[in-house]
């Protein structure tokens, strides 16, 4: 069965650092590229970071410094890591895999997980 499944999503004080896991199964996630996303409640889907299949990582403005993304390519995952947590950084966090990370459409994306809810508490 060919899924992504998001993980590691918790409730944490604001100035915690978190890592969430995005594991592929019935494929390989290292051929594609991996996008990051969160939604909060009431608010569009956003994404968050994206990483390449050449290992190049992409960040908007509002999470660089803070957001990191990266591959474990013998765990078939793909990392996020998060730092100096913001209350403004809850929401429910997916992952998304296509084949680049600018040229892919996400909004067209269908296969979205169940996601994982990041709560942080000021």
């Known amino acids: 069965q060919v899924q992504l499944v998001e993980s590691g999503g918790r409730l944490v004080q604001a100035g915690g650092s978190l890592r969430l896991s995005c594991t592929a199964s019935g494929f390989t996630l290292d051929d594609y590229a991996v996008g990051w996303f969160r939604q909060a409640p009431g608010k569009e889907r956003i994404g968050v970071s994206c990483?390449?299949?050449?290992?190049?990582?992409y960040y908007p403005d509002s999470v660089k410094g803070r957001f990191t993304t990266s591959r474990d390519k013998a765990r078939n995952t793909v990392y996020l890591d998060i730092r100096r947590l913001k209350p403004e950084d809850t929401a429910a966090y997916y992952c998304?895999?296509?084949?680049?990370?600018?040229?892919?459409?996400?909004?067209?994306?269908?296969?979205w997980g169940q996601g994982t809810q990041v709560t942080v508490s000021s």
């Open positions: 998304a895999a296509d084949q680049d990370c600018i040229a892919t459409d996400w909004n067209k994306y269908d296969g």
């Open positions: 990483i390449s299949r050449n290992g190049g990582t």
